[in-house]
């Protein structure tokens, strides 16, 4: 049968991994879940009891600094089933942006494996097409605001810089080979807006994990 | 409709699966004569005289964005390996058009495939 992709988030404890520490991990529903990326306040944070609304989200955006670049404080899990860890529709994502190895999960299932290296991409839409909007450079892919680091086999290191991801010429490959069997692999994502930057707002961007299976 | 049929040195016939299920890796291992390999638009794509066969199926899968979630088929590879040389067709499952590519042995896009794929 075809390999299918599980993400899994790292809700506990980004030094454990998912093979010895499953529990640490919420697979999330990629139809009815979602991640949500902010700076975070007293609202809109970890261990929320309600769906954040729109007005919430946006009291709680990135305030773009003058002089330095500002990395996205917050990554949340929204947990539309609101079933894990006492009935809570957020969690912080554990170690998103910093020097911690196993944050993102990516589980390939499957008795095949991969036929090629698995890739994190990001584009406009899902369409696949475009790479117009501010977060990815305006379609210079270098410019992009979308760090993401593979952290299967070690720590990203301080201060992680990460391919800037947009498009079909820069994506991450999440491995380092094509695996016969069933296999996670990790990655460390994050999202740095320039100092300065001239255009404020709030856009949505599609990340894609292109794949392939024998 | 099954998307491939194989027919061995010894004339006997292997049907192969579907997109998501393609039975690529349960071929016999047998010396293959001929491949007719069914394409999106109706045609038929016959490979023959390689010494070796590859096969595999590209999907993406969105984690962020309207449509998160749904395996979309991307491309389907059929390659024939001569000496060192690869002559790949990419099969666009969205638009059914098919490119040619040659690659050598060299190739990062070759020497990246899992060895268990080739017949």
Redesign the interface.
């Known amino acids: 049968m075809a390999t299918v992709m599980t993400l899994l988030t790292n809700f506990v404890d980004a030094t454990k991994d998912y093979d010895n520490f499953p529990a640490d991990y919420i697979a999330v529903d990629l139809t009815n879940d979602y991640l949500i990326w902010t700076a975070g306040d007293s609202v809109v944070k970890d261990l929320m009891t309600h769906e954040p609304t729109s007005d919430e989200l946006n009291a709680a955006a990135t305030i773009i600094d003058d002089s330095l670049d500002t990395t996205v404080a917050l990554c949340l899990l929204m947990d539309y089933s609101h079933d894990v860890g006492g009935s809570y529709y957020t969690h912080k994502i554990i170690g998103m942006s910093e020097n911690k190895q196993y944050v993102f999960c990516f589980y390939f299932n499957g008795t095949t494996g991969t036929a090629t290296i698995p890739r994190l991409e990001a584009w406009d839409t899902s369409s696949h097409t475009t790479i117009d909007k501010n977060v990815l450079g305006l379609s210079v892919p270098a410019n992009s605001m979308i760090k993401a680091i593979r952290t299967t086999d070690s720590l990203p290191g301080t201060g992680w810089i990460g391919t800037s991801i947009a498009g079909a010429a820069n994506y991450l490959e999440l491995d380092t080979a094509a695996r016969s069997y069933s296999t996670q692999v990790y990655a460390n994502i994050k999202i740095v807006i320039p100092a300065a930057y001239a255009t404020p707002s709030a856009e949505t961007f599609v990340l894609t994990v292109r794949y392939t299976y024998l | 409709m099954n998307l491939y049929t194989i027919i061995f040195e010894d004339n006997s016939v292997y049907q192969g699966g579907d997109l998501?299920?393609?039975k690529?890796?349960e071929i016999p291992n047998k010396k293959i004569r001929t491949i007719f390999y069914s394409l999106p638009l109706g045609d038929c794509l016959g490979l023959s005289e390689y010494d070796k066969y590859y096969?595999?199926?590209?999907?993406?899968?969105?984690?962020?964005?309207?449509?998160?979630?749904k395996?979309?088929l991307?491309f389907a590879?059929l390659i024939g390996k001569k000496g060192t040389t690869y002559k790949m067709y990419k099969i666009n499952l969205r638009t059914g058009q098919v490119e040619v590519m040659i690659l050598e042995e060299k190739d990062k896009?070759i020497q990246?495939?899992?060895p268990?794929?080739w017949h």
């Open positions: 998501e299920n393609t690529w890796v096969h595999y199926i590209e999907v993406t899968t969105d984690i962020m964005g309207e449509n998160k979630g395996i979309n991307e590879y896009m990246q495939l899992n268990i794929g």
